[in-house]
């Protein structure tokens, strides 16, 4: 029996010495096992554990194998690392390096915060906060810059009548006034996922538009309300006793939203999808039938060679060059390029966010987040439009060499939404807007 004794005694002494050995290893490596790690229901996890330790003067980074059960580790391997500070990230939460060169980053793309170690799970807290300031900043900085031009421009008078009737669309609390050649395409595609549609399809047919359409899912009383709001009804998130539209689906929160672009890239990017950006059309046979307005590829095209006095019978080879197509929408109104103070009214209605379409990812994943809508799909987007980037170098080399009499129509048509929409107003302009005195 005392044989024994000695023999467990000496078996413990060994453990205790084994446990001393291992945690002074751990301490002189600087290493540190996060206690919010959640226990695992099996297997383990890899987890990355990076320290600085200087060792010729480079930085190393031990990766370790960390059971979620026992936290339990194994002999630790060396590889490179740029990392210098100590954080612990586990390979489940897919967690992205955090860019140090200050860009914005869309919500949907950052992991979640839930399950996370502490220190990580403080830093996506806070770069989701920086992320949120940002984007708020900016929506201010753009009503501010709304409600100052709508009280300066005397005519920045919409129609609030075709607004309402045949602009503005609603799903899940949000009231959006969709513009042609605006992401039309994209929002509609949103909306329809929100209510729920698993339709395939052309997303401008009526069938489909039809579960959108505001004037179809809310009730005069419920639309006069979210447009005209009441002092129950505060202008900006406004929440409201939970009410049910017309189709069953039940909302708190209203937010109404509209979306621009630069007004002149809109234009570019009608020229290039209705009339093929100059290049050659068969007349009466070019492929498309009827677009989101009712509008056909002939009725546009016939509509334009009646502008510039040509004539065409089906299948001859026609054209038109940007200059006709300018001289086309100074005289012939059309909604894929009428002004967006005219389509959405927005020195009547209150809106409670400008998008636009050059930061709409961005734009769309802030309003879903501030409405309360979860959903990794606000990049989503149905086709990349026409006309490319708003970059003003585009714009100038559709616009510098147009001629003077020309220009100064087109300007007088967009400087309302240039202006109130915070648009650089391009140089080529400046002579019709008393900036250019020469």
Not at 65 to 70: C, I, K, Y
Not at 335 to 350: E, G, K, M, R, V
Not at 368 to 393: C, F, M, P, W
Request: with cysteine; net charge positive; glycine share 6%.
């Amino acid at each position: 029996m005392g044989y024994l004794n000695q023999l467990i005694t000496c078996i413990l002494l060994v453990m205790c010495l084994m446990v001393y050995i291992l945690n002074s290893g751990l301490n002189m490596f600087n290493i540190t096992v996060s206690p919010a790690i959640q226990p695992a229901a099996v297997g383990q996890h890899r987890q990355f554990i990076t320290q600085k330790t200087t060792t010729g003067g480079t930085n190393r980074s031990i990766e370790s194998l960390v059971s979620n059960s026992n936290f339990s580790t194994t002999t630790p391997s060396f590889v490179s690392s740029t990392s210098s500070e100590a954080m612990l990230i586990s390979s489940s939460t897919n967690v992205p390096p955090i860019a140090s060169n200050g860009n914005t980053k869309n919500i949907n793309n950052m992991p979640a915060i839930t399950n996370m170690p502490v220190s990580i799970k403080k830093s996506k807290i806070q770069e989701v906060g920086a992320w949120e300031k940002q984007i708020s900043s900016r929506f201010k900085q753009r009503t501010e810059t709304l409600k100052k031009a709508c009280a300066s421009i005397s005519n920045a008078i919409g129609n609030q009548g075709y607004t309402i009737n045949h602009r503005l669309y609603f799903a899940k609390g949000i009231l959006s006034c969709l513009i042609a050649k605006v992401g039309t395409s994209t929002w509609k595609t949103h909306l329809l996922d929100l209510v729920g549609n698993k339709k395939e399809g052309w997303v401008h047919k009526p069938s489909l538009t039809g579960k959108i359409k505001a004037k179809k899912r809310l009730t005069s009383s419920q639309l006069n309300e979210f447009i005209h709001p009441s002092t129950k009804y505060k202008s900006h998130l406004g929440k409201v006793k939970q009410k049910v539209d017309l189709q069953g689906s039940k909302f708190h929160t209203v937010v109404r939203v509209m979306t621009v672009r630069h007004p002149l890239v809109r234009l570019i990017s009608a020229y290039r999808e209705k009339y093929l950006g100059g290049n050659n059309i068969t007349y009466g046979v070019h492929k498309g039938t009827v677009d989101e307005v009712g509008f056909s590829s002939k009725r546009f095209h016939s509509s334009l060679m009646k502008t510039v006095g040509m004539t065409a019978v089906a299948g001859d080879i026609i054209s038109f060059n940007f200059t006709q197509f300018l001289m086309h929408i100074t005289r012939k109104g059309n909604p894929h390029w009428a002004p967006f103070y005219t389509t959405c009214s927005p020195c009547q209605l209150d809106y409670d966010y400008i998008l636009h379409l050059e930061t709409f990812e961005d734009d769309l994943a802030y309003v879903y987040q501030r409405v309360g809508i979860s959903t990794k799909n606000a990049n989503k987007k149905v086709h990349e439009t026409s006309g490319g980037s708003s970059d003003l170098s585009l714009v100038n080399s559709y616009f510098r060499d147009q001629p003077d009499q020309l220009l100064e129509r087109v300007y007088h048509i967009y400087e309302t939404d240039l202006k109130l929409f915070g648009y650089a107003i391009p140089e080529f302009f400046h002579k019709f807007d008393g900036r250019d005195k020469s």
